[in-house]
């Protein structure tokens, strides 16, 4: 959680500088995901992208490998495409208000009553088309609101625009038992450890060295429970069928009945009151 703060605080701004300026220049007026950016920029935004990827994969301590989108899942955050039309179409609002200022406001509005310049203004346009595609994504217009309010109902339109892409991707079964929604999430501001969060993460990313991954990338010579069991060692298989692992299992599922808190996969991988000891079960897995 502090390493979040830290990346929202300190380096995120980094990424935001002047977007709201070139961000629909890099998409051709349309920023929707899956969509390559346009040749003359695509070098410098996909490193811009990748250095965002690595910021979150390092905030979750989970490897470089890891799937991007499954990682921004996990985190509650938007692509880096969709966070920098966020603070762009808050910005189009901004200025639809007369918030940005006077000036900016009437050059809206003089922009919007000629159909040429309208047409070729690399902000305003684009900022309008989009907040119209995203309103069915909205309870209520976002233009007949407050702007703090209007902030949230577009950052949640995106979210459900991402979450249809979510919902369409194909890897990661485990992260979608779990988070079935992409939406703004909460990290829980409690851990174990950094060593022991790293590992629950990575459990629950595919990332975690057990038999069954190692054996897949080479790395291991068999996919077995390394505590001896003919099964495969997998997530499932350490979490609720290793018989090896009975007496720890007991212990958590004891904690998750005293808490009166379900003991399955979401539980176990979303809920703050159960994490330290779920944390702590990992760990000894691979200790
Ligand atoms: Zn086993």
Known sequence: MTLFHIFCTWILPIFEYGSCLWVFLIFDGDIVLGKDPASGYATVFNKLSSLYSKCCKL???????????????????????????????????????????KVVKEQLFAFYDDDEIWNN????????????????????????????????????????????????????????????????????????????????????????????????????????????????????????????RLKKRKELKKKFKDLKIEFNLKNIFDHAKTQIYVEKFILDIFS
């Open 59 to 101: 905030v979750l301590g989970v490897p470089s490998s890891t799937s991007d989108v499954a990682v921004f899942v996990r985190l509650g955050v938007l692509p880096l495409r969709y966070h920098l039309a966020w603070r762009a179409l808050v910005w189009y609002l901004r200025s639809y208000h007369g918030l940005a200022s």
């Open 121 to 244: 203004c690399c902000f305003y346009n684009p900022a309008f088309r989009m907040l119209f595609s995203l309103r069915d994504h909205s309870p209520l217009s976002f233009w007949d609101v407050r702007i703090d309010k209007a902030s949230k109902l577009v950052r949640d339109a995106l979210f459900a625009e991402a979450s249809g892409f979510w919902v369409t991707y194909k890897s990661c079964p485990t992260m979608h038992l779990v988070h079935p929604v992409w939406k703004g999430a909460t990290l829980s501001k409690i851990c174990h450890s950094r060593f022991s969060n790293s590992l629950f993460q990575r459990c629950i990313l595919d990332r975690a060295k057990l038999n069954g991954f190692l054996y897949k990338i080479s790395a291991s010579s068999h996919p077995n429970c390394s505590l001896g069991c003919l099964e495969r060692e997998d997530l499932n298989h350490v979490l609720f069928t290793c018989p090896k």
